[in-house]
């Protein structure tokens, strides 16, 4: 107990001479409390702290260096704001109107830049290239074809950011305009985009850019799943360093965000048979996986916002079979799936099978507008991808099923309501 002590009281000196403070300030339209303050580690957030408001203002002091995004969600309009750290103190002020984030100002100016930056990025990827187009209608002597080339011409350059003074700003730019932007004649290779993942520097993991530079690896032309070119990217990493097993651990999720099966499996298997210590991160996916997989006991869950039920949990629930299905009143997949069981529902709890739908909706009315046109159970927290269920149940997309037995065990994870209703004998 006394270590535990001394630990717990360095931890709080630490706070005390953080590297850097946070400042997040609300006008008094903003509803709630709370406020969760988080990093980034390659595309996922990692949780810092969870403040509440006092007065307006919502402060977190960060006791490490960091350079990277950050972001604060607030949990009562279901909203969040992404910044960046380059390791001095930041100041946000936001204006809420109707439940959403209306207006930001920044008072630093990394934040201040970053923001141009961004603004100016995503003008160039996707209105520069409708301003060539536009040209071709109007002549070179009108007025209107000039002021097209004008802006044409200033977003054909780049905003000039100090590296020294503004380190991360510089990396995020260089690399968003080299490996993730479309630019005609620029695209990356493989090769290329191996040799950045081998050299840069650990801004990657903080920047945002690893999961589409990731996509990019996989959409080159000569490389349509193709495992040698995927082993060559991991051999070149080496596994056995962090780098490497932060991109193991995002191919993995990004082939079961798109039911890539075999490739997800092999390179699952890969992680699970590495000798080496494995990071957080690495082990985080390892494990999201082994609770899900066939013969694994399904995690009990709340009953948040419940439809057609008094259960208070999961477990609750008595029934011979029950189908989990993860969906969302927006998911256009959910909108033709799930109707598609309302005619065999009643047979089905004839036979003591029941249906619970955890809903990834952040809109009450919008869920339950939808859960109560469903004759079976539903629940929702309400949080949208930030729902507990997300990490819990390895939920990438939407609608995800799973039928588990009477003993809450997974005895089978179908893809479609066909899959279901074979699995079943409904058909």
């Known amino acids: 107990m006394k270590k535990i002590f001394l630990i717990a009281g360095v931890s709080c000196m630490a706070f005390v001479h953080a590297q850097f403070k946070v400042q997040m300030t609300a006008d008094g ?17 990692i949780l810092i702290s969870k403040e509440n408001r006092k007065g307006n203002s919502w402060t977190v002091k960060y006791p490490e260096n960091y350079m990277g995004m950050m972001k604060i969600y607030f949990p009562s309009i279901n909203s969040s704001l992404n910044f960046i750290s380059e390791n001095k103190d930041v100041d946000i002020d936001i204006k809420v109107k109707n439940d959403k984030i209306d207006d930001v100002v920044y008072h630093d100016e990394a934040n201040r830049l970053m923001n141009e930056v961004q603004d100016y990025d995503s003008k160039k990827e996707y209105i520069l290239p409708a301003l060539y187009q536009m040209t071709d209608y109007y002549k070179p002597s009108s007025e209107f074809y000039q002021a097209l080339n004008k802006e044409i011409g200033r977003l054909s350059g780049d905003i000039t950011v100090n590296a020294s003074q503004h380190p991360f700003i510089a990396y995020y730019q260089e690399v968003y305009s080299r490996y993730v932007q479309k ?23 903080t920047s945002s850019l690893l999961r589409p530079i990731l996509m990019n690896f996989l959409n080159t032309k000569s490389n349509v799943n193709n495992t040698a070119s995927i082993d060559k990217l991991l051999s070149a990493v080496n596994v056995e360093t962090s780098r490497g097993q932060n991109i193991l651990s995002e191919m993995i999720e990004i082939f079961d965000t798109y039911s890539m099966t075999d490739l997800k499996n092999r390179y699952l298997n890969q992680a699970k048979s590495l000798k080496c210590t494995i990071n957080d991160r690495l082990s985080n996916t390892i494990s999201s996986n082994d609770n899900v997989n066939i013969g694994a006991v399904f995690a009990n869950a709340d009953l948040a916002h419940p439809v057609h039920t008094k259960a208070k949990t999961l477990y609750d629930i008595k029934a011979d079979r029950k189908i989990i299905v993860f969906w969302s009143s927006t998911c256009s997949h959910c909108e033709k799936e799930l109707p598609q069981f309302i005619p065999y529902y009643q047979q089905l709890k004839k036979d003591n099978v029941d249906i619970i739908a955890f809903s990834l909706d952040s809109n009450e009315a919008e869920y339950r507008a939808k859960a109560e046109n469903y004759p079976w159970i539903s629940a929702s927290e309400l949080r949208g991808w930030y729902s507990s269920y997300s990490d819990q149940y390895n939920v990438h997309a939407t609608p995800t099923y799973f039928i588990l037995d009477r003993n809450n065990k ?18």
């Open 29 to 45: 339209n903003l509803k709630g409390d709370e406020a969760y303050f988080y990093k980034l580690d390659g595309s996922k957030d």
């Open 183 to 205: 630019q005609p004649g620029s695209t990356p290779t493989q090769d290329d985009i191996i040799s950045f993942f081998v050299n840069t520097n650990d801004m990657l993991e």
């Open 410 to 427: 997974i005895i089978a994870k179908p893809d479609h309501f066909n899959d279901v209703a074979e699995f079943l004998g409904l058909k």
